[in-house]
């Protein structure tokens, strides 16, 4: 089946506006993870979706950014006033609940000029 | 101090050698340990996972933890130029969802 979708592959922005990455995980992942890999750096947590429950945000590193998850599929993740400090890979990835195995999409490289 | 730790290299090994990868992690109550592979501007892919102590073998890979030393490594047996990559190492606590990944090993196969 389909793998893990994320779109845009790439997005250039300008300081100060808003961008919305998209995120469709593999049918029937009930666990999906969003993460921030910087240059030469690791993956950062930013939030996880499991089902219906309440989303662990610990990890997002300002009010500026956000996520939702709709009918426990799709997720989009929000960054608001964007700054040059944001750009980076964006990484979703997904799993069936209770399996630590994570599937990673290609990414959204953004560029905040 | 960092949650997993690995060294940045780069580790440059001839073809046909043995590439060993380490990794620490600083909680002892880590019970998941993962090593994926991450090619220049690609995804990281899962290859190994291992949760209990001593050695585990997928082909030409091996994946060792002692949790006593807090230390998981990786061994690539007759590495080949293919295995040139990035190579992460994950844990997870067990007690949430969180999974912390190292900065990452770089790795070059010379032919």
Same mark, same amino acid.
């Given at each position: 089946?389909?793998? +893990? ?6 997005? +250039?922005?300008?300081?100060?506006? &808003? +961008?919305?990455?998209?995120? &469709? ?37 300002? &009010? ?9 599929? !799709? ?10 400090? &944001?750009?980076? !890979? ?21 560029? +905040?000029? | ?34 090593? @994926? ?24 890979? $091996? ?22 990559? $990035? ?12 999974? @912390?990944?190292? =900065?990452? =090993? ?6």
């Amino acid at each position: 089946g389909a793998g +893990v979708s994320q779109s845009p592959s790439n997005k +250039v922005t300008e300081k100060g506006k &808003d +961008v919305e990455l998209r995120c &469709d995980p593999i049918s029937g992942h009930t666990a999906l993870y969003w993460y921030r890999q910087s240059l030469g750096q690791g993956l950062e947590f930013l939030i996880y979706f499991q089902g219906n429950s309440a989303p662990d945000k610990s990890g997002l590193p300002s &009010d500026r950014f956000s996520a939702e998850r709709t009918g426990g599929s !799709v997720s989009t993740l929000t960054i608001q006033r964007t700054q040059q400090e &944001d750009s980076a !890979v964006y990484l979703c990835a997904s799993s069936f609940f209770g399996e630590n195995i994570q599937y990673f999409g290609a990414g959204t490289r953004l560029s +905040v000029l | 101090q960092k949650e997993v730790e690995q060294n940045s290299g780069p580790l440059s090994v001839p073809e046909g050698a043995i590439a060993s990868l380490n990794c620490t992690y600083s909680d002892r109550v880590s019970q998941s340990f993962f090593w @994926y592979r991450q090619y220049s501007g690609k995804s990281p892919e899962l290859i190994m996972s291992i949760y209990s102590n001593g050695d585990k073998e997928d082909g030409r890979f $091996t994946a060792q933890l002692n949790k006593a030393s807090q230390y998981v490594s990786l061994l690539i047996r007759d590495s080949q130029p293919s295995d040139s990559a $990035t190579y992460l190492c994950a844990v997870n606590k067990g007690t949430g969802n969180q999974f @912390y990944f190292g =900065t990452g =090993t770089s790795l070059t196969v010379i032919p």
